[in-house]
């Protein structure tokens, strides 16, 4: 038996936080990689890709993305990229029939009373002509099925397509087409 001189009960012990009890952290005056955190959040760089690059804790960004100081400093930032985006925009539009001017001069062969070669004619041509959705076609290596099917190939991927919409629901029972109305 222990003597209640020397074993006193404490009550519960509040060095430890009960795991109900959420910790968090604040930022009150933002570091340079507070900094380089929002300044990569504004990029869209994902919280989890940013803690791997700055080499911290998914958790550390996630509380310095939380926080209100942080939170205001990104949206300052925002706001100013957003102005930023509408000014050069404007710009551009303004610009356009200079541009689209210069270009045409180009493809004709002549600006400003210099000759332009047929290569740079033909590639600024081409240009124009992708901006406009004339890209040409590509064939994406490895991406093109080349298989050949025969009759019953075809039938048995029919009645696959039939039984998979009938078990959806997509295709009522009454309203089954048969598989040789469907090759007409």
């Known amino acids: 038996m222990t003597d209640p001189k020397y074993c006193v009960p404490r009550g519960p012990d509040k ?20 900094h380089e955190i929002v300044r990569r959040l504004v990029l869209g760089q994902r919280p ?3 803690a791997k690059s700055l080499g911290v804790s998914y ?20 706001a100013a990229r957003d102005a930023d985006t509408v000014d050069i925009s404007k710009r551009i539009r303004d610009n356009a029939p200079t541009a689209l001017k210069l270009l ?12 332009i070669g047929i290569g740079m004619r033909a590639r600024e041509a081409g240009n124009m002509l992708n901006r406009g959705g004339y890209a040409p076609v590509t064939n994406i290596k490895g991406q093109i099925d080349h298989t050949h ?13 039939l039984d998979a919409g009938l078990k959806s629901g997509d295709i009522v029972e009454g309203e089954v087409i048969e598989t040789e109305q469907l090759e007409g």
């Open 59 to 78: 958790q550390m960004i996630a509380y310095v993305k939380n926080s209100p100081v942080v939170k205001n400093q990104i949206e300052i930032q925002r």
């Open 149 to 161: 099917y025969d009759a019953a190939d075809i039938a048995a991927i029919k009645k696959a397509a």
């Open 15 to 34: 060095r430890f936080k009960p795991s109900y009890e959420k910790t968090s952290f604040q930022v009150n005056e933002m570091w340079e990689i507070h």
């Open 104 to 115: 045409e001069d180009v493809i004709a062969g002549d600006v400003d009373g210099e000759k």
């Open 48 to 50: 989890v890709n940013i």
